[in-house]
């Protein structure tokens, strides 16, 4: 009778060891359930808290630069990490990215360039994760042996969180993570693409503001600087009709229609200027370049301004180089831009002075050229330099415009480089012009690849300098017979 009973109770213990074994594995999957549920609860709130705090970000006066770098800091605040990373994929599929914004890095990482050879959509490293690629590209990243990874092909923008250890959070990365790190990246690449089309809206509108502006001033250029002529035309064409009733001597015919003449030919070059300035301003211009005799070119160019100058009492006073220089220019829009430039000093300079057409060459050892009037200039072309004389190739040509007229402020010199635009209202305009002639003197010196400098002080007068480039000038007696290379043509 004991064994029984013994036997029984062995067959009841082996049943009730085998009832709390099933009752204890339905307990644990009970808990990982609960734990999975509360993960995946933790996610979905991170999730809809970075959609909050990041939708934010829109309504806020920031950069899309300046985004990356916050939207970080709420990544990682929320995701609880040890540091993450924003990367931005150069080419699209190329597999080298920059890091665009880091946290926990250092400012350094910055700008740092990372090489994958092939970029996971989605990726994760636990202590069980195997040392091959692309672990070790991706743990390098941020240095950290746990890293959560994300990348958007569509974009080619990339987002990297990273651990020290794997208790940071309370369990390692997992597979449910990808829902965190992907939603993250996701809301990133939305709020930036937002951010960066409202930039583009803000810059489409100002460029629309800027060309409705530059259309109001040229109308009230045009209307300004045709009214003139066009009085002009109109009052001494009805002065010699026949049925004006006026009675006119035969000098007095010739002296109205040489100023009809005057004033036609004054609203032509006015036409003309608009043309240039919207063929520079459409598709360029194209140069028939060839090797010409600045000299010649200079004198040419003074002595079509002398008169303009003497009507005006200022006096074109030009200094020819010495030596024999060729340049390699478009002739007819080369003399365009003395004609400019002279014409332009001639206007704005004060009756009885002196405008003065010079070249100067750059030594090879200078850096660079004068900053400002009064200070040390190039050394004129033979004439004995104030220092170290420039060696037999300068590295530079220059050609100097100067007068002694009322001058500008530093602050009115980007203005005046803008179409139909004078150092003060168009109202109260000091000189006539359209406001074409430094931007069209400008755009071409730049067609041709020579350098063009503007240097003025307010009652100190104007120096304009273009500067020709080693490449686009010889010093010989002889004409060179082969183009530079890489010379406009």
């Keep these: 009778m004991n064994a029984v009973q013994e036997a029984q109770k062995d067959r009841e213990l082996a049943y009730y060891r085998r009832e709390c074994n099933v009752l204890g594995s339905r307990l644990l999957r009970l808990q990982e359930e609960q734990s999975q549920a509360y993960r995946e609860a933790r996610r979905s709130r991170t999730v ?114 990273g651990n020290e250890t794997e208790g940071n959070v309370s369990r390692p990365f997992e597979e449910g993570d990808q829902e965190l790190v992907e939603g993250a990246l996701s809301v990133y690449i939305d709020v930036l693409v937002r951010k960066q089309a409202e930039a583009d809206l803000m810059k489409a509108k100002l460029l629309a503001e800027e060309a409705s502006s530059t259309r109001s001033r040229f109308l ?34 010739e002296e109205f229609n040489s100023y009809i003449l005057g004033s036609a030919r004054q609203l032509l070059s006015l036409i003309n200027e608009i043309l240039d300035y919207s063929s520079l301003s459409r598709a360029g211009v194209a ?32 200094t020819v180089p010495a030596e024999r220089i060729w340049v390699w220019v478009d002739r007819v829009r080369f003399r365009q831009i003395l004609d400019n430039l002279l014409s332009n000093a001639v206007r704005f300079s004060h009756a009885g002075g002196t405008v003065s057409l010079r070249t100067a060459q750059q030594a090879p050892s200078a850096p660079q050229l004068p900053s400002a009037i009064g200070g040390p200039a190039p050394s004129a072309i033979g004439a004995p330099a104030p220092s170290a004389p420039c060696g037999p190739t300068p590295s530079a040509l220059c050609i100097e415009v100067r007068d002694e007229g009322i001058g500008m402020s530093e602050a009115d010199i980007p203005r005046v480089l803008e179409p139909f635009q004078q150092a003060g209202n168009v109202l109260e305009r000091r000189a006539g012009g359209t406001g074409l002639g430094l931007p069209i003197a400008k755009g071409l010196a730049e067609a041709h690849g020579i350098g063009f400098e503007l240097e003025s002080r307010p009652g100190a007068g104007t120096t304009v300098r273009l500067v020709l480039p080693a490449g686009l000038f010889v010093i010989g007696t002889d004409r060179p017979t082969a183009p530079p290379r890489d010379a406009a043509r």
């Design 287 to 318: 140069l028939s370049c060839a090797w010409e005799d600045l000299a010649y070119l200079l004198a040419e160019a003074a002595g079509a301004a002398s008169g303009v100058g003497a009507d005006r009492a200022v006096a074109v006073v030009p």
């Design 48 to 161: 809809a808290k970075l959609l909050r705090e990041a939708y934010r970000l829109i309504h806020l006066g920031y950069t899309p630069g300046e985004i990356g770098r916050l939207m970080l800091d709420i990544i990682v605040d929320n995701a609880m990490c040890d540091r993450a990373a924003l990367l931005q994929e150069l080419v699209p599929g190329s597999g080298d990215f920059r890091i665009a914004h880091a946290l926990g890095l250092g400012d350094d990482a910055v700008g740092a360039r990372i090489r994958l050879a092939s970029a996971p959509p989605f990726f994760f490293t636990t202590s069980r994760t195997r040392i091959e690629p692309p672990v070790y590209e991706l743990t390098s990243i941020l240095r950290l042996p746990y890293v959560l990874w994300a990348y958007d092909a569509a974009s080619g923008h990339a987002l990297i969180l």
């Design 220 to 253: 009230a250029t045009l209307t300004h600087e045709l009214r003139t002529p066009l009085n002009a035309v109109i009052g001494f064409s009805e002065m010699m009709s026949r049925r004006s009733g006026y009675s006119l001597t035969e000098e007095q015919f």
